[in-house]
């Protein structure tokens, strides 16, 4: 290369850096891409059916669960508690756009499941379930119900889990270790389920055991009974840190089958990065949009949006998820 040539590439590559824009992803993820989630996907402000966030091609969509609520017998989808939701009451794919709204998370699910089939093919979606107050195994919204859901839902078979990333390996940070995460690629046509504690359950000073502590526990059990193919989800922690979050409650026995982080975009854009954002973990930016300086977390160009993730891919972020639902946008990846 000549001087002149040189000092082309060198002046380009300190403009991009200047405009927020790494010359390359700088950070491994761990399914070897960076995908946009949608914010709140059931949401009817976000768009008028579940089925068009799918088509969108969002890399993940968050749904927001109320595990039996005052004894709703139910799990439950929406903001606050009760069905308030784009999920359509439906049967087949078609009826995806014209059923009657505001469903229950089995209904949301099965929309999924119908999505799927006329979609076999799909890239990778992962499904983040917030659970708003928290399981309720005393009463039969649990874990094992919460997976059973799954499986007649969704359906096992379509959903990549725990016992699939182990494999041989005794727990699942062993194995993310190893390389155990599949590229995004080789996940085609499936799902991955991310389980987490809600904002309900965080403020609830009744509450001691969240529902992140609750699934590992899961996962914990199934292995040493032989049913881990059972579990279905993995527990992701909730809240960015600097270090490794898995200390106290979720350090000791837990912190093996702890391999999902999820927090906000503008905490993990101030880290310089560490062991656990080096790739071998799933990763989850949340507030893409909030990232000084701050873009519209709605409708913002293209060029701005796709810009934001390539910021955050440079981070390690596995999902770069906000509020938008423009295809061009929420379709975008970025490859490691």
């Known amino acids: 290369m000549n001087r002149l040539l040189a000092r082309m590439v060198a002046t380009a590559g300190a403009a991009l850096l200047l405009l927020g824009l790494p010359a ?3 950070a491994r993820t761990a399914t070897g891409t960076t995908a946009v989630g949608v914010h709140n996907a059931y949401d009817q402000a976000t768009a008028a059916y579940l089925a068009d966030v799918l088509d969108a091609g969002a890399g993940m969509v968050e749904i927001d669960v109320w595990s039996n609520f005052l004894f709703s017998g139910d799990f439950q989808v929406g903001h606050n508690p009760g069905n308030a939701n784009n999920c359509a009451k439906a049967t087949s794919y078609d009826q995806l756009r014209t059923g009657s709204r505001n469903q229950n998370l089995a209904t949301c699910l099965r929309n999924i499941r119908l999505w799927h089939d006329h979609n076999p093919d799909h890239p990778l979606v992962v499904l983040k379930v917030e659970v708003k107050n928290g399981f309720d195994e005393t009463n039969g919204h649990g874990p094992d119900e919460f997976d059973r859901l799954l499986a007649s839902t969704i359906g096992a078979s379509a959903i990549f889990g725990p016992a699939q990333l182990l494999g041989g390996h005794t727990t699942l940070d062993a ?7 599949p590229s995004r690629s080789a996940l085609a046509g499936r799902f991955l389920v ?3 504690r809600g904002t309900f359950e965080a403020g609830n000073p009744f509450d001691h055991y969240d529902t992140d502590l609750e699934y590992a526990d899961r996962l914990i059990t199934a292995h040493a009974a032989g049913a881990l193919a059972d579990a279905l989800a993995f527990p992701a922690i909730n809240g960015a840190s600097a270090g490794d979050p898995r200390t106290g409650d979720r350090g000791g026995d837990r912190a093996g089958w702890f391999v999902a982080f999820d927090g906000a975009a503008s905490a993990y854009a101030a880290y310089p990065g560490g062991e656990y954002l080096d790739g071998r973990y799933l990763v989850v930016m949340t507030d893409a949009h909030a990232v000084a300086p701050a873009i519209d977390n709605r409708a913002p160009s293209v060029a701005d949006a796709q810009a934001r993730v390539r910021l955050l891919a440079a981070k390690g972020a596995t999902i770069v998820s906000s ?10 990846t970025v490859t490691h």
């Open 323 to 332: 509020d938008w639902t423009t295809p061009d946008i929420v379709r975008y």
């Open 24 to 26: 390359t992803a700088q």
């Open 194 to 196: 991310l389980v987490e």
């Open 175 to 181: 194995a993310v270790r190893a390389g155990g995460w």
